[in-house]
């Protein structure tokens, strides 16, 4: 077991697996989110998600196919490692719906590796505008799992608000990545920008029509192009592993 905190806080914590570069990239976010806390930021949100050479973040072949996972289970335990060090984790409508997941963190992260009194981080589902869809909600493992632990995020509400933790994951899906990445770079005032983003990427090529991140317009008046800045990256075998924080051409982070 491997906890750290020597920031005087309660938060951030530190997950170690004892394998490299596992434990250094959970370091590497470990400093990112100590400076937040020690900058006294409201909150910490981590964008994660995993991505083909193409850009591609789904392989399935057809809608409602069982999803094919681009990640490896070795890149899949670094991302429950991660998960452990947020107090939330965040997907979209669209994820749940597709995908189903649980959001728990598992692949034998907890045991050992997380520290006494942690516990789950809360699922947090982003709503579509409109009416909530009960019925689909209902049949979720989400909703019939984890009912008491999930918060659903409104369209238009700011998420620090709503969430009300100090630290978010965010893992997509498409669509909610793109809009983070385009608040982050664009409005501020959202509530919805990211302090890093850790992406996955595997070694081939989807094809086909499915869509790629980042899919948001970019104006002209958009100017500097969004970039990371502070970047690192690690090779999981055969899976590059970036790490960043959203930045100015210039390479000055936004936050
Ligand atoms: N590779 C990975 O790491 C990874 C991770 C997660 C998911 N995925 C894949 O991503 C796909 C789903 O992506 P998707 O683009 O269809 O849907 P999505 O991004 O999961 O969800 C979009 C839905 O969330 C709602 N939403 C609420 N707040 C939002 C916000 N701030 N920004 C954007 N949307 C918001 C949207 O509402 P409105 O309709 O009202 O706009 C929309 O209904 C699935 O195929 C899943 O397997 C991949």
């Given at each position: 077991?491997?906890?750290t905190n020597?920031?005087?806080?309660s938060?951030?914590?530190?997950?170690?697996?004892?394998?490299?570069?596992?434990?250094?990239?959970?370091?590497?976010?470990?400093?990112?989110?100590?400076?937040?806390?020690?900058?006294?930021?409201?909150?910490?949100?981590?964008?994660?998600?995993?991505?083909?050479?193409?850009?591609?973040?789904?392989?399935?072949?057809?809608?409602?196919?069982?999803?094919?996972?681009?990640?490896?289970?070795?890149?899949?335990?670094?991302?429950?490692?991660?998960?452990?060090?947020?107090?939330?984790?965040?997907?979209?409508?669209?994820?749940?719906?597709?995908?189903?997941?649980?959001?728990t963190?598992?692949?034998?992260?907890?045991?050992?590796?997380?520290?006494?009194?942690?516990?789950?981080p809360?699922?947090?589902?982003?709503?579509?505008?409109?009416?909530?869809?009960?019925?689909?909600?209902?049949?979720?493992?989400?909703?019939?799992?984890?009912?008491?632990?999930?918060?659903?995020?409104?369209?238009?509400?700011?998420?620090?608000?709503?969430?009300?933790?100090?630290?978010?994951?965010?893992?997509?899906?498409?669509?909610?990545?793109?809009?983070?990445?385009?608040?982050?770079?664009?409005?501020?005032?959202?509530?919805?920008?990211c302090?890093?983003?850790?992406?996955?990427?595997?070694?081939?090529?989807?094809?086909?029509?499915l869509?790629?991140?980042?899919?948001?317009?970019?104006?002209?008046?958009?100017?500097?192009?969004?970039?990371?800045?502070?970047?690192?990256?690690?090779?999981?075998?055969?899976?590059?592993?970036?790490l960043?924080?959203?930045?100015?051409?210039?390479?000055?982070?936004?936050?």
């Amino acid at each position: 077991m491997s906890l750290t905190n020597d920031c005087g806080c309660s938060w951030p914590w530190l997950i170690q697996l004892g394998v490299e570069p596992e434990d250094t990239i959970l370091r590497t976010l470990y400093a990112l989110q100590r400076e937040s806390a020690k900058e006294q930021r409201p909150w910490f949100v981590t964008l994660s998600f995993a991505q083909s050479l193409d850009g591609k973040i789904d392989a399935r072949p057809s809608a409602g196919a069982a999803p094919l996972r681009l990640s490896s289970a070795r890149a899949q335990r670094l991302t429950h490692a991660l998960r452990a060090m947020h107090h939330t984790v965040a997907v979209g409508w669209n994820t749940l719906l597709a995908d189903n997941p649980l959001l728990t963190v598992r692949c034998g992260v907890p045991e050992s590796h997380t520290p006494p009194g942690w516990t789950q981080p809360r699922p947090v589902v982003l709503l579509p505008h409109g009416a909530l869809r009960a019925e689909q909600l209902a049949q979720s493992r989400l909703w019939q799992e984890r009912r008491d632990q999930l918060i659903l995020v409104p369209r238009e509400v700011e998420w620090g608000s709503e969430v009300n933790a100090a630290s978010m994951f965010v893992e997509g899906g498409r669509r909610v990545i793109s809009s983070l990445l385009s608040a982050t770079m664009n409005d501020h005032a959202l509530g919805r920008r990211c302090d890093a983003v850790i992406i996955t990427i595997a070694p081939c090529w989807v094809g086909n029509t499915l869509n790629s991140v980042p899919a948001f317009e970019r104006k002209p008046a958009m100017l500097p192009m969004p970039r990371l800045g502070k970047l690192r990256c690690w090779l999981l075998e055969d899976e590059l592993i970036l790490l960043g924080v959203p930045a100015t051409e210039s390479g000055n982070a936004t936050t």
